[in-house]
């Protein structure tokens, strides 16, 4: 699938969304349109590596659904985010010099959440699925490619950018607001193992452990602005 194809879908999906009217009783359904942005914080949770969570940043759309007579709200849109990661690692195979080796990795989410309302609509618990298509991760400095991964004896910087693309997320949040205008706080965790992918690469895994395990943990803090 590609990120092309993605943005397309949630652009005619949200190219729908109507006021429309409840038929069974006299209650208002309020469809619209939210544009979001704010800041990530990621991180993989694994065994394999020393990780340190890096900051990055996040922008996107959601079509809503307010439903005045139950107990939620729901919404579903695309998001899109560049985040960080910081894997220690150490320039030379026989070094007591150590660094944190920094990469990057764009992902596409597409999500459908449930918003339960605290305070009415102004105060809500988002909860639910998501989609995640994501890019390998890349080297932020080149000079960095062969560095050498710690917990490992012979694996380099390069060798472990070609993560699993698919994943499958849960989403836990808050958002506060007013009409047009919500913070939003959000917790991401992967479900699938990002790190999948390596085990069919045929790694050097002298010194450490063969089998690559890790879930994404993403943090997101934004506001949004509704139409």
Known sequence: MKINSLILLVAITVGFVTKSFAQPR???ITNGIGVFGGIT???IQTDNFVTE????????????VDLPHRWYNMSYGMQLSENYIDISGRPDIVSSQQEFIEYKMFAAQLA???HIKLIGSYLTID????LQYNGKLEL???NQ??????????LQANDIVEISRFNFNGLIGASVGYKFFRLKAQYIHGFTNILRKLEDE?????????RFEGNQSMLVFGAMISF
């Open 26 to 28: 006299n209650y208002d």
């Open 41 to 43: 914080k990621f991180d």
């Open 53 to 64: 969570q890096g900051n990055g940043f996040l922008f996107g759309m959601s079509a809503t």
């Open 112 to 114: 459908l959440l449930g």
């Open 127 to 130: 909860v639910g699925p998501m």
């Open 140 to 142: 932020e400095n080149d």
């Open 145 to 154: 490619e062969n560095y050498y991964i710690n917990n490992y004896t012979n």
């Open 202 to 210: 045929s790694l050097d895994t002298i010194g450490g452990d063969e």
